[in-house]
């Protein structure tokens, strides 16, 4: 960016010209273009010649140093992250391993807050910044996994007599978890005795991510058979 070269060099200053030239002695505009674009890969070695523009004989020159720095490689990233529904997971949540880590809605977006809630099957675009030069945008796909409550008959009967207990009840589900209520958040050991009309409340994990909704059982404990056809 060279838009500030001028006032740099000679202030307000009225009647005064500006003559530029490169490290291959080539003559630029004046004032130089914006943005400015080097011909040698490392920068460029600017000699600048300062004037009264009625008497050429009467200057100063001085040296402007533009170098180039490399373009930071890319963030560490894992390209597919997933996301448990209830973390209710925003930009911060996202696994990036760099520097003054900034993200994008597209490769040529807009910048996103950090603060903004990711959305399920969205990808984003993570750069990092290094010595004030920022890199190349990696996408990163988000999958915000919403785990299915476990399935099973919703009564279940067994023997008074059995002492039946959570681990007993059949239910189709991985990495069980039962509760009193469906809104408890201390989960019941699996040894946990049955009682006669109570219900119980399982849910099922899987990927880390626990499920919301919560499978109803209601128990019934047999106490009397009655025998026929005697």
Known sequence: ?????????????????????????????????????????????????????????????????????????????????????????????????????????ATGGNLIPNTTVLINGTTYYASQTINGCESLRIPVLVNIQNTSAPTGS??????????????????????LKWYATKTSTNALTTSTLLVDGDKYYATQTINGCESVDRF????SLISTLNANNY
């Open 154 to 175: 919703s009564i279940q009967s067994f023997c008074a007599t059995q002492n039946a207990t959570l681990k007993e009840i059949q239910v189709t589900g991985t990495d």
């Open 1 to 105: 960016d060279t838009s500030n070269i001028n006032s740099l060099l000679i202030g307000n200053k009225q009647n005064i010209t500006l003559e530029f030239k490169n490290s291959n002695g080539k003559v630029l505009p004046s004032p130089l273009p914006n943005p400015y674009t080097n011909t040698n890969v490392g920068g460029d070695l600017i000699t600048v010649r300062c004037f009264y523009t009625n008497n050429p004989n009467c200057f100063v020159e001085t040296n402007i140093s533009f170098n180039t720095l490399p373009k930071p490689i890319q963030p560490t990233v894992n390209s597919s992250q997933t996301f448990c529904i209830q973390e209710n997971a925003t930009i911060n949540n996202l696994s990036i391993i760099g520097q003054n880590i900034k993200c994008y809605d």
């Open 216 to 219: 109803e059982v209601t128990i």
